[in-house]
């Protein structure tokens, strides 16, 4: 059982930076392939970027590709998304997600493969 836990949303101008964090309960986190997905308001959660279980293989949504840089660090139990240049279009609310018991150097990109969800911090960029 993982539960975790988002925390660094907040307002920010564009062409700012926020880091969000990611913190995980249980011992399964060091096998844990991460993700972090986004919902803005009135549409569906999309992906935004994964990370492998060892941190070695990372995969990003085209839109943010060069901006955004997902780590995870085991012995913190905490996966971070560091997000650079924001642009209004960022705003959503950003929700890490675990998939349990992965191959090391696997990925993953659609919600249905994830087995625990965060409940989510709001991320507002202003123009």
């Known amino acids: 059982q993982v539960q975790l836990v988002e925390s660094g949303g907040g307002l920010v101008q564009a062409g700012g930076s926020l880091r969000l964090s990611c913190a995980a309960s249980g011992r399964t986190f060091s096998t844990a392939a991460m993700g972090w997905f986004r919902q803005a308001p009135g549409k569906e959660r999309d992906f935004v970027a994964a990370?492998?279980?060892?941190?070695?293989?990372?995969y990003y949504a085209d839109s943010v590709k060069g901006r955004f840089t997902i780590s995870k660090n085991n012995a913190k139990n905490t996966v971070y998304l560091q997000m650079n240049n924001l642009k209004p279009e960022d705003t959503a609310v950003y929700y890490c997600?675990?998939?349990?018991?992965?191959?090391?150097?696997?990925?993953?990109?659609?919600?249905?493969?994830?087995?625990?969800w965060g409940q989510g911090t709001q991320v507002t960029v202003s123009s």
């Open positions: 997600a675990a998939k349990g018991y992965s191959g090391g150097s696997i990925y993953y990109t659609e919600q249905y493969e994830y087995d625990y």
């Open positions: 990370i492998s279980r060892n941190g070695g293989v990372t």
